[in-house]
């Protein structure tokens, strides 16, 4: 009996262990995903969503004060939101400062987020302390769950991009991952593709310059081009350049896509002079990233040759 109710107690450990979060007593992520995908597969019979909650001024908490304080605040948080929820509602402690709660059987898209909202006004100050430097700072996705989504992966990747599209300067703290955000990423992805495309040489024809003429109305003719960058790819069209622009930069690939439309501003240069337009210039924008690159000058030399 005694090495039974030992193994009992060892197991019940090791469980708890695995599948719950040390600071704050709630689920964990491994927990999470176990649960997710359960739900998956019974979501054709019940309205089921899932929140995810993200505080997003842990740093400045955790700068000035500590790690421990924030860890305390971290514990304000998980016991705040198991009072404000239901018995029968799941919440989760997804990684450092993200926290996931599953909701069953409600009734509409207002309920969700009249919930998110009071969440968020509940962590504003996760206690009733009189302490004026634990306010928090958080934003809420939610997603609807529905039977063509294959996996927890996919639930948790879907709400953390819904998260990514809210706008740090929009007072606007909740967002529900539909469609349009759906479709987003999608044409995020499809730009990426071909920009990557492009500066490898597999493809020559998504990415193409149009040459803006420089008049000179003293003497009636052109003395120049501006270089302007296009890109067009099919299912979504013509590409606008801030757009594409701006991708390149925050995936690290505007330098070499610089310097591709550098050689094709030459290729052009060489057309125009072949063609008698010897003194016309040819004006190519170039971005502040390259700039800071030692080894710009030498690869616009070797271009220039």
């Known amino acids: 009996g005694a090495i039974l109710y030992y193994a009992y107690k060892k197991n019940k450990s090791n469980i708890k262990y695995a599948y719950y979060d040390e600071l704050t007593g709630l689920p964990n992520s491994i927990y999470l995903e176990e649960y997710l995908s359960e739900v998956l597969k019974n979501v054709s019979y019940k309205k089921t969503a899932v929140l995810l909650l993200n505080c997003t ?23 705040s939101i198991k009072t404000f929820l239901s018995p029968e509602d799941m919440i989760f402690r997804f990684n450092a400062d993200r926290f996931v709660v599953i909701l069953e ?8 987020r ?19 430097h634990d306010y928090v700072l958080a934003q809420a996705a939610i997603l609807e769950l529905h039977e063509g989504i294959k996996s927890s992966d996919v639930v948790l990747q879907d709400l953390s991009l819904a998260l ?11 967002v529900f991952y539909d469609s349009v955000i759906d479709n987003d990423v999608h044409r995020r992805d499809a730009v990426e593709r071909k920009l990557r495309d492009v500066i490898s040489g597999e493809d ?14 003293n003497n009636n003719k052109i003395y ?18 801030p757009e594409f622009v701006d991708l390149a930069e925050k995936r690290l690939l ?18 125009i002079n072949k063609d008698g337009c010897y003194s016309c ?12 690159r030692e080894e710009f000058v030498s690869d616009v030399k070797s271009i220039l040759k």
């Open 204 to 217: 020559d024809s998504s990415f193409y310059l149009v040459f803006q003429p420089t008049w000179d109305l």
């Open 281 to 292: 210039k040819v004006a190519v924008n170039i971005s502040l990233i390259q700039l800071l």
């Open 105 to 112: 059987d409600y009734s509409s898209i207002d309920f969700l």
């Open 164 to 174: 990514a599209s809210l706008n740090a300067e929009s007072n606007n703290n909740i």
């Open 114 to 132: 009249d919930k998110a909202n009071g969440l968020l006004e509940l962590l504003k100050r996760p206690s009733n302390e009189d302490i004026t």
């Open 224 to 241: 120049g081009f501006e270089a302007l960058s296009r890109m067009s790819i099919e299912d979504f069209g013509q590409i606008p350049p």
């Open 57 to 79: 001024n842990f740093k400045t908490l955790n700068m000035p004060y500590g790690y421990k304080y924030g860890d305390g605040i971290l514990q304000k948080i998980s016991n």
């Open 254 to 271: 505007i330098y070499d896509l610089g310097l591709h439309i550098l050689g094709l501003a030459c290729d052009f240069s060489n057309l």
